[in-house]
């Protein structure tokens, strides 16, 4: 059975082991473009600063941070946002990933920032600088591990409040003193240790 204009590379029934397709399609996008691409434009993996994937299922997130983690020594600033299904251009497509990436040989440093909050996916960075430019990865509103109790819907007055403005309030809150700059050791932002 064909999957239409997908490569078959991404759809393996012969690999029990891989069978997830968002692990496939994520290598595939990796492998045989990003790679690709950065290589002719003078760039590498090393130097992403920030990516912006979207993923067609959230259900797929597990498996795309296992092999997006796995792809980086010093993981670039990460977004992940949810797109309606079908969410792009090729209906069976689960995920598209853009990049801004510095060149090999850029004079420009890559720098990893901490915030006050673990990232909210292990292995994440907060932020990244680079010169001039702060990459941050997707905030929520979720401090000490949970969703911030301001922004709870009270089922007794379910359309009392606004939660979307505690929401802002709690990311500009986080964002903050990312922006200021805690700069660490990009080692030591793995993991996830409590800042």
Not at 101 to 107: E, F, P, S
Not at 122 to 133: N, R, W
Not at 166 to 185: F, K, N
Request: glycine content about 8%; aromatic content about 8%; proline content about 8%.
């Amino acid at each position: 059975m064909g999957e239409g204009p997908l490569d078959p590379e991404v759809r393996n029934p012969h690999s029990p082991w891989r069978q997830w397709p968002i692990k496939l399609e994520t290598e595939f996008i990796l492998n045989r473009k990003l790679k690709a691409s950065l290589a002719g434009a003078g760039a590498s993996l090393d130097g992403v600063v920030k990516a912006q994937v979207y993923l067609s299922d959230r259900e797929d997130v597990p498996g795309f941070n296992e092999v997006w983690l796995s792809y980086f020594k010093n993981p670039p600033a990460t977004t992940i946002i949810a797109t309606a299904q079908p969410g792009f251009g090729i209906n069976n497509l689960r995920i598209e990933i853009n990049t801004i990436t510095l060149a090999d040989n850029a004079k420009t440093k890559r720098e990893v920032i901490r915030g006050p909050e673990a990232p909210t996916f292990d292995g994440y960075v907060s932020a990244v600088k680079a010169g001039e430019l702060l990459f941050l990865s997707g905030l929520m509103a979720v401090e000490g591990g949970r969703l911030i109790d301001e922004a709870r819907i009270d089922e007794r007055q379910p359309f009392y409040g606004i939660p979307i403005k505690a929401e802002l309030r709690s990311i500009i809150r986080q964002a903050e003193p990312v922006e200021r700059g805690c700069t660490i050791d990009p080692r030591r932002d793995r993991g996830s240790s409590p800042y």
